[in-house]
């Protein structure tokens, strides 16, 4: 019996300190506005997904009317839900959550305001648009269609359209961001048309008699149509032989951007910090280049380097010896505590000549992509890339990829605070976490000789000349060809890296501001260490590990959230985290 009593008692003496654990735990995971912010994302991608289409596996960005007023619909729901939060009577985190969620309902009602109001402008231009989306109505619910009405709507469709594409012909230029707006609508409303033929055809069969036709030659209008839209733009191509595309976006546009991701700098102001950051790398590079021998010239002294290149097929091997190293002089100097399982499960793949034209470095996530030549490549592609991702320079980007890089940060993020990778994604927390590690591995000494200095400090140029030539470029200062030529001359990429650089800057998917988040990103958790590690507040494992599991957010807000002092519901961006000479 006493020992049944002991037992029991025991068991009650611990329950305090198992629920300090629960706690502690739990708040790793949530805060009291996570919930709002899980709830939001969910339901956001409900609407779109419900009201929206794919194309190729892709949901379009073009929204039809009833799916933008369902969504500025429940915007509205979310912004007077916020407006209950009894914002000081929260943790920090949850005021961080509850001013992130905010803006972005702010932003996203902002966006679609001036898209309800363009589409205004724009709808003359899609006289059948009705016809289309009635009948997506209709199909969302696989509600019962006439065929022969359906065949009718159709061929009155297809002669509006012909009635305006005649109009439109006729016409002169359309103002650009119409053009872009009016292209994209008649896109989404082709994928539209798709999804109601696709849905019944076969299926009904008085559809499948009366449809076909009259769809297939709607369907060949749209795209007709649409190419006639692009061709109005009024937009001036940059013809400057460089074959790359693009549209810059403009000063205010950069700024608004800039404004959003919690960056109080002007793009002049950045470039400014690029400028320095650039002078400071030289000087570096110059230290480098006297202790090869080749004196000031330190291209010449990157030359020797890029000629260090391991010969085909040995590159898989030389990744494990960069990773091994990094891991060994992370470990000594204790800056990070990852888990086991995070090193074992990175994987390896090799990147196709294909998508080696757009991307001739790296890629990165759960694996490492390595960019090197294969046997289809001409001949001065593949010395280009061997000589572009030779050990020296690849010393400073495998860890960048893998662990503590990329493939720690995915790995991390799925398990603490997973809410905020999606709802506050950002490429200055993205980008900006693998950056610092470069800046940091080079602070503490891991670049030990001038060859392994030169090979660092080319990746922390060529960072600089991200944010220099995208601001730019965007400004409508330089062109594609100027962008290039300022990679191969003064941070001293192979041509074939620069131009696939730039083209992957302006042609693919990233945003303006994404290129510009490497270095700016770095810098600012860098400063955030040096206000809470070199002051002795954190060791460097401290530090890293409360970062990495705050998940995705401006770096601002992870600064706010480890100074753990109360934020106004109304909180501005208003942090300096650079020191200009």
Not at 252 to 270: A, K, V
Not at 274 to 296: H, I, P, V, Y
Not at 344 to 362: A, H, I, K, N
Request: glycine share 6%.
């Amino acid at each position: 019996m006493k020992k049944n009593l002991l037992t029991v008692l025991l068991a009650v003496s611990l329950i305090p300190s198992a629920f300090a654990q629960d706690k502690a735990s739990m708040y790793e995971q949530a805060s009291e506005t996570s919930g709002l912010v899980v709830q939001y994302t969910q339901d956001s991608r409900a609407v779109n997904t419900f009201y929206g289409v794919t194309v190729g596996g892709f949901r379009t960005v073009a929204n039809s009317p009833d799916q933008r007023e369902r969504m500025m619909a429940l915007n509205k729901e979310y912004l007077q839900k916020l407006e209950k939060v009894n914002v000081p009577k929260i943790s920090v985190d949850g005021q961080v959550d509850y001013i992130l969620l905010k803006r972005k309902i702010e932003e996203n009602q902002n966006v679609l305001q001036k898209e309800a109001a363009l589409y205004k402008e724009i709808e003359s231009y899609l006289p059948f648009a009705e016809t289309i989306y009635k009948y997506e109505k209709i199909r969302r619910r696989g509600g019962t269609v006439d065929g022969k009405e359906v065949a009718t709507a159709f061929n009155q469709a297809s002669k509006d359209l012909e009635a305006i594409k005649s109009t439109v012909e006729k016409g002169g230029k359309i103002q650009e961001t119409k053009a872009n707006y009016t292209a994209d609508m008649v896109a989404s409303l082709k994928a539209r048309l798709k999804n109601v033929y696709d849905f019944y055809n076969g299926y009904d069969p008085l559809f499948t008699w009366w449809v076909p036709t009259t769809y297939k030659k709607l369907d060949e209008q749209l795209t007709a149509y649409e190419k006639l839209i692009r061709s109005k733009s009024d937009a001036k191509p940059m013809n400057d032989g460089s074959g790359i595309g693009g549209l810059p976006v403009g000063r205010e546009e950069l700024q608004r951007q800039l404004n959003l991701e919690m960056i109080s700098y002007t793009p002049e102001e950045l470039i400014r910090l690029a400028d320095q950051e650039f002078a400071w790398c030289e000087a570096e590079l110059l230290k480098a280049s006297r202790e090869m021998g080749f004196g000031d010239d330190w291209k010449a002294a990157q030359e020797k380097v890029k000629n260090s290149y391991v010969p085909a097929g040995e590159q898989p091997e030389l990744i494990i010896k960069l990773y091994n190293d990094a891991q060994e002089f992370i470990n000594k100097h204790k800056l990070i505590d990852a888990p086991a399982l995070s090193h074992e499960t990175w994987g390896m793949q090799m990147m196709s000549p294909e998508r080696q034209l757009v991307s001739p470095f790296f890629l990165g996530g759960r694996d490492i992509i390595i960019s090197y030549p294969t046997n289809t490549m001409e001949h001065d592609h593949k010395m280009m890339s061997m000589r572009g991702n030779n050990p020296y320079f690849s010393r400073g980007t495998v860890q960048h990829e893998l662990v503590p890089g990329h493939h720690l940060q995915y790995f991390m993020n799925s398990r603490y605070r997973a809410y905020r990778r999606e709802a506050f994604s950002t490429p200055f927390s993205t980008e900006g976490w693998t950056l610092y590690w470069e800046l940091l591995l080079y602070e503490k000494g891991f670049a030990k000789t001038p060859e392994e200095r030169i090979g660092m400090l080319f990746w922390r140029m060529h960072r600089c000349a991200r944010i220099t030539f995208s601001l730019k470029y965007h400004l409508g200062e330089w062109t594609p060809q100027q962008c290039v030529d300022y990679l191969v001359n003064r941070v001293g990429h192979e041509y074939s890296n620069a131009h696939a650089e730039v083209k992957r800057s302006f042609e693919g998917s990233y945003p303006p501001l994404y290129q510009l988040a490497y270095l700016v990103g770095g810098l600012q958790l860098f400063s955030i260490k040096n206000e809470f590690v070199n002051s002795g507040k954190m060791t460097h494992a401290e530090f890293h590990d409360k970062v990495i599991k705050l998940n995705h957010m401006p770096m601002e807000m992870i600064r706010a959230s480890l100074l753990g002092k109360s934020l106004p519901a109304d909180y501005k961006p208003n942090w300096k985290f650079y020191t200009f000479k």
